[in-house]
């Protein structure tokens, strides 16, 4: 079981290099915990024109990588061949390796250009490319979310009788259902699948017209994991498939659930510099600071006697917003104050202005992405609302933990696996947790907290209890080694067959 494994993390984003959400967190922090653990992982994504080669110390490997792409040779002959730079990056002892083509690469963003089959199509193919002309052979390509998902696919088929990977497996992250990478046939073609053809789905016909690269990583991979023991569970239903469950119903003795770690270096109340007071759970008085600071910084009274609720984040359908701006009204009728950050749907933004003009003083809302305004909430709130509708893994609750904020979220995917709901009889929980997706449901367990936030013994335990548990990477990277070694196992009785 122990034997040094050679990963290749595979991923669209990539903490420090670029970073969209929390995939990049992942891929940053998962492959350093492997090698932590003795192993040889690698990482490869693609060189954003927002990466500037100076600061990442890039040093060019492979000049140009010949890259085959299109199989239609006579329709789209541009598309035959491209070439690629492969630049390296050392972080923390780990390679990382970037792959370059001014064509698909040369702009500043990660995602949302008409193009974007065509780019992951060109990256994936090139990082398979790449392993081969620098004669570094994974045992496992590890491939996240739809960007990554031709890549089981292309084993499985156009390099099934490569001997370079007779012996390397595939897993597949499911990070994010939602987001499935859907693209008319003719991407088949540039992927130089058009021999395959397209791959029904059991029951949507819609989806058998088209390609869908988060599927083709569920159907090839040799095993497949949800960022979450509860969101694997929850993708197999059609509440949470997203159209696809009945093509994970056919994978499901490979589909797997892993909880995301967190890195406790980057999130540490004892050393975080952007907040006013450090502070850890053995003075955690000093804490109380933080949230007058916080008070004063959201034009709210400073009053340490007040329940103080904080959210941070992205503002979505999927992270609840509907249900709490209907509870808007209720909610502010309770003893509490409430701090907000986050951007996204223009229709959140009017509505959560206007919560905060008509609660002025009781409400603070900041419609901007800010990193150390977020390490100043998760270090003054006392309390953390997720009432999200579904949620892979959620960082928020545990970086509000780490920091002695108690979370109050809906029981779903990651927030279920690692939130528990305070039972005033037996003393146990971590927070508070509701079940139905409803306002009332809010709107009761926020209720619960403010009665709780007043037995000042009670609440301490509970902030306790989120700082002193242990949700760091070293953890999942274990599960991820078994998770590979799965892979390996299926791959091999596949090749014994
Ligand atoms: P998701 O990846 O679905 O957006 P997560 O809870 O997994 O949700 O991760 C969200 C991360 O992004 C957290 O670290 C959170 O603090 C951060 N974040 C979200 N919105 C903002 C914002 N407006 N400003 C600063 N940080 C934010």
């Known amino acids: 079981m122990d034997k040094p494994l050679k990963i290749l ?13 929390g995939l990049a967190d992942v891929a940053g922090s998962l ?27 890039l040093t060019k490997v492979l000049d140009s990588l010949p890259v085959p792409a299109g199989s239609n040779h006579e329709q789209r002959p541009e598309l035959v061949e491209g070439l690629a730079a492969v630049f390296e990056s050392t972080v923390e002892g780990m390679p990382a390796y970037l792959v370059g083509n001014d064509k ?47 890549i089981p696919n292309w084993l499985k088929t156009i390099y099934k009788d490569d001997p370079f990977f007779a012996d390397t497996a595939t ?9 499935q990478g859907i693209f008319g046939p003719e991407l088949l073609d540039f992927a130089g699948l058009a021999d395959y053809g397209l791959i029904p789905h059991p029951t949507d016909d819609g989806l058998s017209r088209v390609v869908v690269l988060m599927a083709r990583g569920i159907l090839f991979a ?9 969101y694997a569970q929850e993708i197999l239903t059609p509440e949470y498939g997203e159209r696809l469950h009945p093509i994970l119903a056919q994978r499901q003795d490979r589909l797997f659930g892993i909880l995301n770690g967190l890195d406790y270096e980057v999130w540490d109340p004892a050393t975080d510099p952007d907040i006013p007071v450090n502070y850890d759970v053995a003075s955690l008085d000093r804490r109380a600071e933080n949230k007058l600071a916080l008070q004063r910084e959201a034009g709210l009274p400073p009053d340490p006697d007040v329940l103080l609720v904080g959210m941070i984040s992205r503002l979505a359908d999927q992270k609840g917003f509907d249900i709490l701006a209907e509870a808007s009204d209720q909610l502010m009728e309770m003893d509490l104050q409430f701090v907000l950050l986050g951007t996204g749907e223009e229709r959140y933004h009017r509505i959560f202005s206007n919560v905060a003009g008509k609660y002025q003083g009781q409400a603070a809302v900041f419609l901007k992405f800010d990193g150390a305004l977020a390490r100043r909430i998760y270090a003054g709130s006392d309390a953390f609302l997720m009432p999200s509708r579904f949620e892979p893994c959620g960082l928020g609750q545990l970086i509000a933990m780490r920091y002695g904020s108690v979370p109050i979220v809906r029981s779903t995917g990651g927030l279920a696996d690692t939130v528990q709901d305070y039972d005033p009889s037996t003393g146990q929980g971590n927070g508070f947790a509701f079940s139905d997706y409803s306002e009332e449901a809010l709107l009761a367990a926020v209720k619960r907290a403010v009665e709780t936030y007043h037995r000042e013994d009670t609440w301490r335990t509970l902030m306790e209890r989120g700082m002193r548990a242990d949700f760091s990477w070293r953890a999942s990277a274990r599960k991820y080694v078994e998770l590979y070694h799965k892979a390996l196992e299926f791959k091999q009785n596949e090749l014994d067959v």
């Open 31 to 57: 492959p350093k915990a492997l090698r932590r653990l003795g192993h040889d992982a690698r990482l490869a994504l693609p060189k954003y024109g927002q990466i500037n080669e100076a600061e990442f110390g």
């Open 171 to 179: 897993a597949f992250t499911i990070h994010n259902l939602a987001y």
């Open 104 to 150: 698909y690469f040369g702009r500043e963003e990660v995602y949302g250009y008409d193009d974007d089959g065509e780019r992951f199509v060109f990256f994936c193919r090139a990082a398979l490319e790449m392993l081969k002309e620098l004669d570094w052979r994974p045992d496992v390509i590890h491939c996240n979310d739809w960007h990554t998902g031709i």
């Open 222 to 230: 040799d095993v497949i994991n949800a960022v979450s023991e509860k």
């Open 9 to 21: 993390l595979v991923s669209a984003e990539a903490v420090p290099f670029a970073k969209v959400g």
